[in-house]
């Protein structure tokens, strides 16, 4: 029965969008746009800033950097020296790293034959293990392969390595030649860890320097260093860059040579560095977008009021046939049929098991058959259909609004008969 209740209630929504086509499309646009454009911006915001990066207690990681007094200069690098020193005399910093200052290079990667792009950071060896990140294949770099004489070996990011290579899984071992230089390939990392942003692959600082031939810009990639440290459990990073200010005033007076003196450090979250500045920008695009899909809600139920206010006759004629609330308001068939369900279980408990007292369901409490009070509510119910059908009657203008009701009186006959039963 219900199957059948939800079948007809479907058949009439259907005929009846179909026949207001200007209706039905402008809602399902307005709300399309709406639901789009959310959706869009939600993947956005949960791609950017609800998703974490790779690696461990990310929490725990800081980016430093040193900068002058004066402001004049905002970004200065550490020395691959200073940050030996840094992490062998911490007591904050339970692991240090270092990335190379002047971000990712365009090199050209040469295998088999052919030359492809190839943008490549210069890394220190502990700094997947100061990321607390592991390889999807094959290992990431070690220390030991940032030594002078260790072979030249490369770690692709997962987006190349897709790009490139299709994801096969017999990357690893592969040699290729970047600047004259022989190189293998030795792992390949996890999605979204793409930092410095924009690389491509990382190779350490020994063997980026075995690339160059100018000694002065080899020494530039070993001392124009980024730090990048991971805090130790309980630690602020208040304590870091207090900490660092000690050392870094200790190391600049027992540089040899001597250099730029008074550099304060500057210190970011991991997190922040890489994500950048677009979170207030995205939460304030998404709200916008929300605020469109509300409006978009706000015009379609606009439209259905209009809509419920055309349908005027043809609701008043439903209920003067017998329909009741639920199925006039659009609740669904099983509204309905609770409804009924619980009407006839209230009379059958009144007719055949109605207690002696005066309790719930006897003859005191009003739902009894012979009780005056359901008498009298069932003939206010009586006139309110018989009235409710004379209006709808008279809407209609003498014509038949259904096959059931073509034998009924017309609106024009019944108005001479209550015209002469009132003289």
């Given at each position: 029965m219900n199957l059948d209740l939800w079948r007809h209630d479907f058949r009439l929504a259907a005929s009846g969008l179909w026949r207001a086509k200007a209706f039905s499309?402008?809602?399902?646009?307005?709300?399309?746009?709406?639901?789009?454009?959310?959706?869009?911006?939600?993947?956005?915001?949960?791609?950017?800033?609800?998703?974490?990066?790779?690696?461990?207690?990310?929490?725990?990681?800081?980016?430093?950097?040193?900068?002058?007094?004066?402001?004049?200069?905002?970004?200065?690098?550490?020395?691959?020296?200073?940050?030996?020193?840094?992490?062998?005399?911490?007591?904050?910093?339970?692991?240090?790293?270092?990335?190379?200052?002047?971000?990712?290079?365009?090199?050209?990667?040469?295998?088999?034959?052919?030359?492809?792009?190839?943008?490549?950071?210069?890394?220190?060896?502990?700094?997947?293990?100061?990321?607390?990140?592991?390889?999807?294949?094959?290992?990431?770099?070690?220390?030991?392969?940032?030594?002078?004489?260790?072979?030249?070996?490369?770690?692709?990011?997962?987006?190349?390595?897709?790009?490139?290579?299709?994801?096969?899984?017999?990357?690893?071992?592969?040699?290729?030649?970047?600047?004259?230089?022989?190189?293998?390939?030795?792992?390949?990392?996890?999605?979204?860890?793409?930092?410095?942003r924009g690389v491509e692959g990382w190779m350490t600082v020994a063997a980026c320097a075995s690339t160059l031939t100018n000694p002065i810009f080899r020494g530039a990639v070993r001392n124009e260093l980024d730090l990048l440290g991971r805090l130790r459990v309980g630690a602020t990073p208040e304590q870091a860059e207090s900490e660092l200010r000690g050392l870094i005033a200790r190391l600049e007076a027992d540089a040899t040579p001597p250099g730029r003196r008074g550099l304060l450090p500057v210190l970011r979250s991991y997190e922040s560095l890489v994500v950048g500045d677009v979170p207030g920008a995205i939460l304030a695009l998404f709200g916008a977008v929300a605020l469109v899909l509300v409006i978009a809600g706000a015009n379609v139920a606009n439209?259905?009021?209009?809509?419920?206010?055309?349908?005027?006759?043809?609701?008043?004629?439903?209920?003067?046939?017998?329909?009741?609330?639920?199925?006039?308001?659009?609740?669904?068939?099983?509204?309905?049929?609770?409804?009924?369900?619980?009407?006839?279980?209230?009379?059958?408990?009144?007719?055949?098991?109605?207690p002696a007292g005066g309790g719930p369901g006897g003859p005191r409490d009003g739902t009894h058959p012979s009780s005056p009070r359901l008498a009298r509510t069932r003939s206010g119910r009586a006139r309110t259909r018989r009235s409710t059908w004379r209006r709808s009657t008279r809407i209609t203008s003498g014509r038949s609004a259904c096959r059931c009701c073509a034998g009924a009186p017309s609106a024009t006959r019944i108005a001479p008969e209550r015209s002469r039963s009132r003289s």
């Open positions: 499309g402008a809602a399902v646009l307005m709300l399309c746009l709406g639901i789009a454009g959310t959706s869009v911006m939600f993947a956005l915001v949960q791609g950017v800033l609800l998703r974490k990066l790779p690696g461990r207690d990310q929490e725990r990681l800081l980016v430093g950097w040193k900068r002058f007094p004066t402001g004049s200069f905002e970004h200065w690098p550490f020395r691959g020296s200073e940050l030996d020193a840094i992490g062998g005399q911490s007591r904050v910093f339970e692991s240090v790293a270092g990335v190379g200052y002047s971000g990712v290079s365009a090199d050209v990667a040469v295998e088999n034959g052919s030359a492809s792009t190839i943008h490549t950071a210069a890394v220190t060896g502990a700094f997947f293990e100061v990321l607390g990140v592991q390889a999807v294949l094959g290992r990431p770099l070690e220390p030991t392969d940032d030594r002078p004489g260790a072979e030249n070996v490369l770690v692709l990011t997962h987006a190349y390595w897709q790009g490139r290579y299709g994801g096969s899984a017999d990357v690893i071992g592969r040699r290729l030649v970047i600047n004259d230089q022989p190189f293998t390939l030795v792992g390949v990392m996890p999605p979204d860890l793409v930092y410095p439209l259905l009021l209009l809509r419920v206010q055309s349908r005027r006759a043809e609701l008043a004629l439903r209920a003067a046939l017998g329909a009741d609330r639920a199925r006039l308001a659009g609740h669904g068939p099983r509204v309905a049929a609770a409804r009924r369900a619980r009407r006839r279980g209230r009379q059958r408990r009144s007719a055949g098991q109605a």
